[in-house]
């Protein structure tokens, strides 16, 4: 059974940093693009970050660009969300995604995604 478990979600003040990882067991997706999505309250599901299988091509969402940053362990078969200068707005439900195709395309939509983990809470207050 392939499972994706996310972890390091918290409360943090504006301007903190946090660091989510998502770890997936029962395959591997070291040759697959993973993502991070959110949802915040009220809203749909939006996408964050995407990471190729090798970590040599990374897409973020513009809100995030330049305090976000998306790596991957292939190893460990774990990615991770580095997430600095936390906003307000940054508030959601995180969720890590795994696809099976292996082309780095239409990354940013949820639907070509067909994992998905549990999601882990991001509170960021000001």
């Known amino acids: 059974q392939v499972q994706l478990v996310e972890s390091g979600g918290g409360l943090v003040q504006a301007g903190g940093s946090l660091r989510l990882a998502c770890a997936a067991s029962g395959r591997s997706f070291n040759s697959n693009p993973m993502g991070w999505f959110r949802r915040a309250p009220g809203k749909e599901r939006d996408f964050v970050a995407a990471?190729?299988?090798?970590?040599?091509?990374?897409s973020y969402t513009d809100s995030v660009k330049g305090r976000f940053t998306i790596s991957r362990d292939n190893a460990k078969n774990t990615v991770y969300l580095e997430m600095n200068s936390l906003k307000p707005e940054d508030t959601a439900v995180y969720y890590c995604?795994?696809?099976?195709?292996?082309?780095?395309?239409?990354?940013?939509?949820?639907?070509?995604?067909?994992?998905w983990g549990q999601g882990t809470q991001v509170t960021v207050s000001s």
């Open positions: 990471i190729s299988w090798n970590g040599g091509r990374t």
């Open positions: 995604a795994a696809r099976l195709t292996h082309a780095y395309t239409d990354v940013a939509s949820s639907n070509r995604y067909e994992y």
